[in-house]
């Protein structure tokens, strides 16, 4: 090989080691360039991971929450059992304490006042004086009464708001609507769910409660299903056993007839005075009452459950 020669080949291997070095080191640039990409799209896809992270975080809280609701469910099952524990507790604590009061406390004797045909312009003066006594009754009304009354709703809210009882003494007080001939019964009862509808119109106070005018010893006869009629129509009717007949009596009278009817040969333990809203009651109201608890008689209005005395006695 000529000298020449030698260098020729000697640059072009010279050249072709650039060449491929150039070549080699280009493929390493673009590798480079390409694990770079890659590297970039790794980390968005990271990235977009770490958004999916984020979403299993607010999944993960979402489930912490579901847990926090487990425990206040848990939490409220505990305090349910707790406060039923402890009603039942408390529930037979009341029984315990009002078993010991009525047996404490129970009065020995107990009259119920009861006044028949209002409202009329003495209701407020009987209300007065009751409340002056601290005194509860029971009113039995008269539907057309009520209707003709100046101002009917104040009249049967003051007698409720001042914790006496409402009872039903039918619409027409009349003896042969209520009592003679065919179908007497159904009229009986019609009489007193029309006035009981009228009631609850007024002041949103339902009474079953009913005094059947004349007396149920009067009005209902064997077989005439008065009776029956009442008790399907649900309601409660009770009569009296004592009767100072203050609708004929002048108030000395009527006191009269009372200590006739209750002295120290017969004090019953439980009486159902009839009274009426005369005059003559009025005056003899206070006297009545100062009568009854010099005797040792507590006064009570009707209560739902609590059974009055059914017999009339006639005197
Ligand atoms: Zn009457």
Sequence with gaps: MSKNFKKSLFILLSSLVLIAGSYALANVNSSTTLRRANLDEEIQLLGNQQVDLSDSITILNNDEHDFDDDYENEDNIIKEIYEYNSQTDEGNDEIDY????????????????????????????????????????????????????????????????????LGLHSMTHSYQTLYRGYGAAQRFVDEMLQLQG???????????LCRAPFGMMTGFRPGSGH????????????????????????STMILEYLTNQINHTNIPPE???????E???????????????????????YEPGH????????F
């Design 271 to 277: 009486i159902v005075i009839v009274l009426h809203e």
């Design 227 to 250: 009776r029956e009629a009442v008790d399907e129509a649900n309601l409660k009717c009770i009569d009296w056993n004592i009767d100072p007949q203050d609708w004929r009596n002048n």
């Design 279 to 301: 005059n003559s009651t009025v005056e003899a109201l206070p006297a009545i009452i100062e009568f009854l608890r010099s005797l040792g008689y507590e006064f009570r209005a």
């Design 98 to 165: 009002e078993n010991k009061i009525e047996v404490e406390s129970k009065p020995e004797r107990i009259a119920f006042l009861t006044f028949d045909d209002g409202p009329t312009w003495n209701t407020d003066r009987i209300l007065d004086i009751l409340q002056e006594e601290n005194v509860p009754a029971t009113f039995f009304v008269i539907g057309d009464e009520l209707l003709n009354f100046s101002d009917p709703q104040r009249i049967l809210e003051r007698i409720l708001a001042d914790g006496h009882y």
């Design 198 to 208: 009228i009631i609850y119109d007024k002041v949103g106070h339902h009474t079953n």
């Design 307 to 314: 059974e009055f005395i059914y017999q009339q006695h006639r």
